[in-house]
């Protein structure tokens, strides 16, 4: 029986097709970025039609932001001191700072925008700050970073370097708690929402990017939106500071400090700030074009069906087992085969699980591949399967490591060990620091021989340690390791880019450790979590996350689940992302391959959808809500789907009302089969919503909502 294809339609359609009103907006000009100067050169004005920025020189000579508005509604962010209150309390800047002073402005256009450079120089001491400010075409971002330069004749010690700083109106803050929260309590990527009072608020990782929080923020003051983020994958902190007359809030990477030497420069990671009004859109949104137009060059994001051989086999596999996992990946309709960890030189010796044994070679066992991985590459090929290989290029056993001759030099320790947490006696692997030039490019090449060896189209980049790197004879400064890996991990992943255009990089930390704005901007798809099931903890990863990121840059596994027999729910609760499969040979095989079919007819449904969470987020923990409501909506197609999963037995029916559809559009509502349910306009599917029951064969559902045209009436108006 085909669950996935034939179930009882239990969708009620509640909206008419009557009563279209249309809704108005002021004309902007979205496609032009622009830079002016006012005041004698002394403040300036960069935006579009969808953000404009105003900065400053203070009485200081220092950069301050004067006005940050949104041009559809008039609304600005920035709150300036009433006549006889004191100002907002700046967060402490670096001392470094206190004696540059503004010299010098220069603008320059570039294709899709433009960008204002601020130059304050400390003669004195030979400092030079850059501020860089950029606006894209288009997009309601402005995007921030500095350079400091030491142009004199000695070092200079420099602390950790904010990006953006500015004073904003009071509101609701919401965050994204990471992959190991503070707060015990709380579940990884869970939303958390809290007002904005007296106290100061300190959001930040310590380690990986979204180790602890995701470095992205979203500030909301009655119906304007403000969304913050700063595109690293290392260190940072967020502070809000609340004061009389706003909230002073910062944002940049830390554990930065570094001497800097004479004829050196230290360039800050991107930080970016995004306004809009609320309107039924996601803060998400708000930043998807400049994802996809600036982050992503324009490349679209490929959320390709991916089948993977660890959850199976673990790295107890050979030539013979991947081949019969090919044929079978091709039967279910993947698109692309990865041979997880297990296939080189090693690995294995300590049992099924151990995939650290023999890290760092990058030869197939050849006993376990007497063929090699060529061969099984053309093997996937010839079934149309893109082939994919793993790696963790940034750790490296010791044993590895002295036969291939690694000088000591390029391995990260911390307080004298390879393995802070583990004891002297017992380190075996350490973390290649990529602060050595010589390590990067070491890296590169056997990276590059790798994939030409293997004609790999797919790299799957793990990453399971973290030092925070302390020795000082490779590239960096005491206090400054995990900076300089980081950026080293970018010079690394962007010449792969550069030499392979078409390689498919996933981003892999130990489950999700790294997610974050920067490392989208170099890897193609994210592993949320090494647990991969059951469906609810999906879905509450893929509610969190896609608050901040894209659904389709998520990757999760469908697999063989205890309790109930739903196989609808296995595969729906993964579609909002990037669908995956773990075992190919679960009992559902026949149900599974009918939901992948489905996946690509909605891939395909919704071109770069954007995501909105109609209910409260699930607890995979405690559920309290009935039901889980994700949509998905494009702006090109004007499409949207709304998959619908019965979180708590007993309560049958709810209701949700979808968000951001044209409201004079005509649109059809159907069954994920094709059965139409009924017709109705835009507007009045979002006041009258849609019903669910539960369906009898399953507690999940999808239900399409096709734009055919415009309501009889229409005036046109978008």
């Known amino acids: 029986m085909r669950l996935l294809a034939g179930m009882t339609v239990a969708v009620i359609l509640l909206a008419t097709a009557d009563g279209v009103q249309a809704q108005t907006a002021p004309p902007v000009s979205e496609n032009r970025a622009f830079v002016e100067t006012r005041s004698g050169d002394r403040s300036w004005v960069i935006g579009n039609g969808l953000v404009a920025l105003t900065v400053g020189i203070d009485r200081l000579g220092q950069m301050e932001v004067t006005g ?24 402490p800047q670096t001392s470094i700072l206190a004696g540059l002073r503004y010299t010098r402005s220069t603008t320059a256009s570039f294709d899709g925008g433009v960008r204002l450079d601020l130059v304050f120089d400390d003669e004195a ?27 004199g004749a000695r070092a200079v010690d420099v602390p950790a370097l904010e990006t953006w700083s500015m004073t904003a109106s009071p509101g609701t803050l919401t965050w994204i708690a990471g992959f190991t929260p503070r707060d015990a309590a709380r579940e990884p990527f869970s939303v958390v929402r809290e007002e904005i009072g007296g106290v100061p608020i300190t959001i930040e990782s310590s380690g990986r990017s979204s180790g602890e929080a995701l470095p992205w923020f979203c500030l909301e003051s009655g119906a304007e939106r403000l969304v913050g983020g700063l595109l690293w994958s290392g260190p940072w902190t967020l502070q809000l500071t609340p004061g009389a007359s706003g909230v002073q809030l910062s944002v940049g990477a830390s554990r930065m400090a570094t001497a800097l030497e004479p004829g050196s420069r230290l360039e800050t990671p ?5 306004v809009a009004s609320t309107d039924g859109r996601s803060a998400a949104d708000t930043i998807r074009q400049y994802v996809e137009l600036v982050l992503r060059g324009g490349q679209a994001l490929r959320p390709l069906v991916t089948y993977n051989t660890w959850f199976v086999y673990g790295a107890d596999i050979d030539e013979a087992a991947m081949r019969t996992e090919i044929d079978r990946a091709a039967r279910v309709g993947a698109e692309v085969f990865v041979v997880d960890a297990g296939w080189y030189l090693g690995a294995g010796a300590g049992g099924r699980w151990d995939f650290a044994s023999g890290l760092g070679n990058l030869t197939a066992d050849p006993e376990k591949f007497p063929s090699g991985l060529r061969a099984l590459a053309d093997y996937a090929h010839a079934r149309r399967l893109l082939f994919g290989i793993w790696v963790e290029p940034e750790r490296i056993s010791l044993e590895v490591s002295a036969r291939l001759g690694i000088p000591a030099s390029w391995l990260a320790t911390e307080a004298g060990r390879y393995d802070p947490g583990q004891p002297a006696s017992n380190q075996t692997h350490a973390q290649v620091c990529l602060g050595a030039q010589a390590a990067r490019d070491w890296l590169v090449g056997r990276l590059s021989e790798l ?11 793990d990453n399971n340690i973290w030092v925070t790197c302390t020795r000082t004879d490779h590239g960096h400064g005491a206090a400054n390791g995990p900076f300089v890996h980081v950026q080293g991990l970018y010079d690394v992943l962007s010449r792969l880019r550069a030499r392979y255009p078409n390689l498919l990089i996933e981003n892999c930390s130990g489950g999700g450790n790294r997610l974050d704005l920067g490392m989208l901007a170099y890897t193609d798809v994210a592993w949320m979590d090494d647990r991969t099931s059951p ?41 909002p992302g990037v669908l995956g499969l773990g075992d190919g040979s679960t009992a559902a095989l026949e149900e599974v391959t009918a939901g992948i079919s489905d996946y690509k007819k909605l891939r395909d449904f919704l071109l770069s959808p954007a995501t909105y969470l109609l209910t409260p987020q699930v607890s995979g923990l405690t559920p309290s809500a ?14 949207a789907v709304l998959y619908a999963f019965q979180t708590l037995a007993g309560i049958d029916h709810a209701i949700v009302y979808p968000v951001g559809l044209v409201s004079d559009a005509l649109y059809d509502v159907e ?48």
């Open 68 to 91: 940050l508005t949104n041009p559809a509604s008039g609304h600005d962010w920035v709150r300036q001191a009433a006549a006889g209150v004191k100002p907002a309390p700046r967060v």
């Open 451 to 461: 994939l030409d060896k293997t004609q790999a189209d797919y790299l799957k980049w």
């Open 626 to 639: 009935a039901w889980d409501v994700l949509e998905q909506h494009s702006a090109e197609s004007g499409n």
């Open 535 to 575: 469906s609810i903890r999906v879905r509450h990863n893929l509610e969190g996350l896609s608050a901040a990121l894209p659904a389709s840059y998520l990757l999760s596994f469908v697999m063989g689940e205890d309790g109930e027999f739903d196989p609808a729910l296995w595969v729906r609760s993964r579609m």
């Open 671 to 718: 069954s994920l089969d094709g059965q139409i349910v009924g017709h109705a306009t835009g507007e009045d599917l979002m006041v009258l919503g849609i019903g669910f029951s539960r369906a009898p064969e399953s507690g999940a559902q999808v239900v399409l909502l096709r734009r055919v045209g415009e309501a009889p009436g229409a005036s046109g108006v978008k």
């Open 270 to 274: 991107r930080g970016i700030i995004g």
């Open 125 to 151: 001491r030979g400092l030079r700050l850059t501020r860089q400010l950029r606006v894209y075409a288009g997009v309601p971002v402005v995007e921030s970073s500095s350079v400091l330069e030491d142009v």
